[in-house]
């Protein structure tokens, strides 16, 4: 095992800045019990695992607060170090001057992402683990929180490491028939090599699709409502807002400025965005919000193209779905609550929804719709997800060296040249867990953390 235990003792402040009612001070290394000892005064010597009531000192013997202070002897803490968590009321100056006296006693204050580097680096977690306790913490929906937390538990390591197991295997099998060519033991057959890479490359495929998914919902996405003035836009924005925060009025060409909210589509956080009516308009605001509407309409992930089911298709319509060819839109056809003649738009042609924002008939079928556009398909919950671009890129690094691996095969190439592509798909599934990966890449996903953690 990459087992690796640092010599120095680090601290730092893992509660955030501020007042609060609790404030945690954190240490982890060899030092970390001896440090904290002498800032506390204690009714009964700290334990492994166990929380302690304390008093916190001050250099002169006095008392400044009370305190509750855990233990967790190594390797069973979140490090694996031997870590000290002195949890004080959550006053900044009190707090700041328990973080000097620490230092004062030989701590090093933490960098960012330190603790959780270590833990890492000792080999608690892998880097897929690492990367979603940053992703935990800076969740914004509880699905984003729920899959990173899977991910934290292991979800994609467990995923991996069957796959790498038979990669392994395949390469030992080659590797023999090559060593012992000499004594007559046979070279694997080609037919059962691209069989085993096949094998590989099967559930590798399923896991790099899994992006799209895992994208969206650690980054969230955009999405533009567009249409024509009175077309039910803001209606339709409040009712995926569920909130009253776009102005809807009976008086066309109102939303003059582009109102935008967070919302959370089935836990996937999207930033939805109300445009001006988009039509021409003699009104110098009003024109003004209109070139808004179009920038919104190029920049965003989704378009909505609302049109109002009581009215033929406009022109104005007809170019703007042209327009949007290519890119994921949906056609909305809102006000299904009145009276209306058949649409005249091709059902097949384009994907339809029909709501009425007034109602709220059709809003269900409109998220979904939403959902399946843009994460094409949804997982099995079950499934680990790639979240991250990194990830994303070590597998189709190893899918590509696999691909190589699969024509050397056909081709009849040399076994040699054959490991030469299956070492690297190896490496590639290494760098995906963290086992290879370089100073820079580790320290570019640590420096991301906050402080403390
Ligand atoms: P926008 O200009 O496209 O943003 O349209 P608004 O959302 O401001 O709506 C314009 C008018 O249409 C308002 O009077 C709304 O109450 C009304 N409206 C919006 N959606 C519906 C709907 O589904 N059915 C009916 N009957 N009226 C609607
Ligand atoms: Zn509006």
Redesign the pocket.
């Known amino acids: 095992d990459s087992s690796f235990l640092s010599e120095d003792t680090i601290v730092a402040i893992s509660t955030p800045p501020g007042r609060g009612g609790i404030g945690i001070v954190r240490l982890s290394g060899p030092a970390a019990r001896a440090i904290a000892e002498p800032l506390l005064k204690l009714r009964h010597p700290l334990a492994p695992g166990q929380a302690r009531f304390a008093e916190i000192l001050d250099s002169t013997g006095e008392i400044l607060d009370e305190a509750v202070v855990t233990y967790f002897q190594s390797p069973h803490s979140y490090t694996s170090e031997d870590v000290v968590e002195i949890a004080a009321h959550g006053s900044p100056v009190l707090l700041d001057h328990l973080l000097r006296q620490c230092a004062a006693h030989g701590a090093r204050l933490a960098e960012p992402g330190e603790f959780t580097q270590r833990a890492f680096l000792s080999g608690r977690l892998d880097l897929t683990q690492a990367e979603a306790v940053h992703d935990l913490i800076e969740s914004t929906t509880l699905h984003q929180a729920r899959i990173a937390a899977q991910q934290l538990g292991g979800s994609l390591s467990r995923q991996i490491t069957p796959i790498k197991q038979q990669l392994i295997s395949l390469i030992a099998v080659m590797e023999a028939g090559i060593d012992f060519a000499e004594d007559d033991i046979d070279l694997l057959p080609q037919a059962q090599i691209t069989t085993q890479i096949a094998a590989i490359q099967a559930p590798l495929t399923a896991l790099e699709h899994s992006f799209a998914y895992g994208r969206i919902v650690r980054e969230g996405f955009t999405m533009a409502?567009v249409?024509?003035?009175?077309?039910?836009?803001?209606?339709?924005?409040?009712r995926l807002v569920q909130r009253d925060r776009?102005?809807?009025?009976?008086t066309?060409?109102?939303?003059r400025d582009l109102v935008t909210e967070r919302v959370s589509l089935n836990g996937i956080p999207v930033e939805l965005i109300?445009t001006a009516?988009l039509r021409d308009s003699a009104d110098e605001a009003e024109s003004i919000g209109i070139k808004k509407s179009r920038e919104a309409m190029s920049e965003a992930d989704i378009v909505l193209l609302?049109l109002d089911?009581t009215a033929a298709p406009h022109e104005e319509d007809k170019a703007t779905a042209a327009a949007l060819a290519g890119r994921p839109f949906l056609i909305v056809i809102?006000?299904?609550?009145?009276e209306h003649p058949e649409s005249q738009i091709p059902e097949t042609a384009l994907q339809l929804v029909r709501?009425?924002?007034?109602?709220g008939s059709g809003i269900p079928e409109l998220r979904r719709a939403i959902l399946s556009l843009m994460t094409k398909e949804i997982p099995n919950i079950e499934t680990a997800v790639l979240t991250n671009q990194r990830q994303q890129q070590s597998i189709s690094d190893a899918l590509a060296a696999l691909h190589q691996a699969r024509r050397a095969a056909t081709a009849i190439i040399p076994h040699e040249m054959i490991l030469l592509d299956l070492y690297e798909a190896l490496r590639a599934l290494d760098a995906f867990t963290g086992s290879t990966s370089s100073d820079d890449i580790l320290n570019l996903i640590f420096t991301k953390f906050c402080i403390g953690k």
Not at 252 to 255: A, K, N, Q, S, V
């Open positions: 409502i249409g024509r003035p009175n077309v039910g836009k803001s209606s339709l924005f409040n776009a102005i809807v009025t009976a066309p060409g109102t939303t109300d009516g609302v089911a809102n006000k299904q609550d009145l709501t009425s924002a007034l109602t």
